[in-house]
C-alpha cells in the first residue's frame, strides 16, 4: 500500500490532495515542519514508512525545505529507503532556491495552483500511477 503525507498549512491544500490520492494510498496529514516530523516518527513507530511526502515550502515554524531531509534521514535511520519527495509551493523553483540559498531537496517540485493531472503525471513520474487521463481539475 502506498504512503502519503501532505504537510501544507493550508487547510484547502490538504481536502485536494486527500480527494486526489485516498484512490492510491493511505493519506497523512501535517500544517507544519514540526508536525510533519511528529507524523512520520509515529508511522515509522508503528511501522508504515511513507511511499511519497508532499511538503510545501513555507510554513511557520519549521520549514519544508528544513524538515524534508530530516524525514528521509529518519527513514535512512532506521535502514529503510527515503520516501520520494515532491516540494509545492507558490513560489517558483527558482525563488525558492534564491530565498533559501540552496537547491531544492525534493525529487520533483509543483507549482500552486495546481490540479488533478500535475499531481497524477508528478507521480505517474516517480513511478508510483498511471499517466493521468484528459481530464484537467485545477482549484
Known amino acids: 500500500m502506498l504512503r502519503f503525507l ?19 494510498g493511505d493519506v497523512r496529514h501535517a ?3 514540526e508536525e510533519a516530523l511528529d507524523v512520520t516518527a509515529d508511522c ?22 528544513e524538515a524534508l531531509p530530516r524525514i528521509k ?3 535512512s535511520d ?15 523553483l527558482e525563488q525558492c532556491q534564491l530565498e533559501t540559498g540552496s537547491p ?3 525529487d520533483r517540485f509543483i507549482h500552486k495552483p495546481f ?3 500535475t499531481i497524477l503525471a508528478t507521480l505517474a513520474d516517480l513511478g508510483f500511477a ?3 487521463g484528459d481530464e484537467e481539475t485545477t482549484w
Open 130 to 132: 498511471q499517466e493521468p
Open 104 to 106: 531544492c531537496p525534493a
Open 115 to 117: 490540479g488533478r493531472r
Open 6 to 24: 501532505v504537510a501544507d498549512d493550508d487547510e484547502v491544500i490538504h481536502a485536494y490532495m486527500r480527494h486526489v490520492l485516498l484512490s492510491l
Open 44 to 65: 515509522l513507530d508503528r511501522a508504515e514508512p511513507f511511499s511519497c511526502v508532499f511538503m510545501d515550502v513555507l510554513m511557520p515554524g519549521l520549514s519544508g525545505l
Open 78 to 92: 532506521r535502514g529503510l529507503e527515503p520516501p520520494m519527495t515532491i516540494m509545492v509551493s507558490c513560489l517558483t
Open 73 to 75: 534521514a529518519m527513514h
Open 31 to 33: 500544517f507544519s515542519g
